[in-house]
Structure formats: C-alpha cells, structure tokens
C-alpha cells in the first residue's frame, strides 16, 4: 500500500521560511516523479512544484525563485524548501507521486497524501 504523508506545515510571518517533506512508502521512490500541489481557500488545486526521477523540475510562475523542490532517494523523501512566503502562499499543501512525469506536471498522479496546512500572516 502506497502511503505519501506530508509534514513540517504551519504558521509563519510573511517573509519566512518553511521545508515541507514528503515520505514515501509502498513505492520504489527512485522511479517515480514526485511533486507539490497547493490549494487555497476558495481556489482550485494547483502545481506548485515538480521533480523527476532523474531530477528534472518544473515550477509555477509564482513560486520561481522563491522555492525549490528536491528529493532524497535514499530516505523515499522529497522537500519543498519554500522562502520569502507571502500571503497568497497560504494554503494546504499536498504531495503526488507517480511514474510518469508528465501526469505529476498534469495534476494525475496516481498518489497523493492528505495535505500539510501552511498558513502565511502578513
């Protein structure tokens, strides 16, 4: 049974800085593209960052500059180091995983955790 379990969420002041990590497990995590989807209040889910198996990455707009995705395939973990948070960054936070990289990018990936809230005050 595949299991993805997002933490390090919470509440920070405009300006600073959160790591949200992603352990896998059920998975051979090497193979698979890993990735961040975001979803505000009243919004609709949307990437925020993505990673291949070889490490190739893809970022919203919005975030470029600001985050970096990573991951560690000895530990079945990805990051997402995310600085200078503004306001609009609030959100739950979940993470996907799938074999194909482009179904990460697309949003239809096979896995997805339960969400990690990440609350920005201004």
């Known amino acids: 049974q595949v299991q993805l379990v997002e933490s390090g969420g919470g509440l920070v002041q405009a300006g600073g800085s959160l790591r949200l990590s992603c352990a896998a497990s059920?998975?051979?995590?090497?193979?698979?593209?890993m990735g961040w989807y975001r979803q505000g209040p009243g919004k609709q889910r949307e990437l925020v960052a993505a990673?291949?198996?070889?490490?190739?990455?893809n970022y919203a707009d919005s975030v470029k500059g600001r985050f970096t995705i990573s991951r560690d395939n000895a530990k079945n973990t990805q990051y997402l180091e995310m600085n200078s948070l503004k306001p609009e960054d609030t959100a739950v936070y979940y993470c996907?995983?799938?074999?194909?990289?482009?179904?990460?990018?697309?949003?239809?990936?096979?896995?997805w955790g339960q969400g990690t809230q990440v609350t920005v005050s201004s």
């Open positions: 059920g998975l051979i995590f090497r193979f698979n593209a």
């Open positions: 996907t995983a799938d074999s194909r990289f482009i179904k990460v990018v697309q949003g239809t990936g096979v896995y």
């Open positions: 990673i291949s198996s070889g490490g190739n990455t």
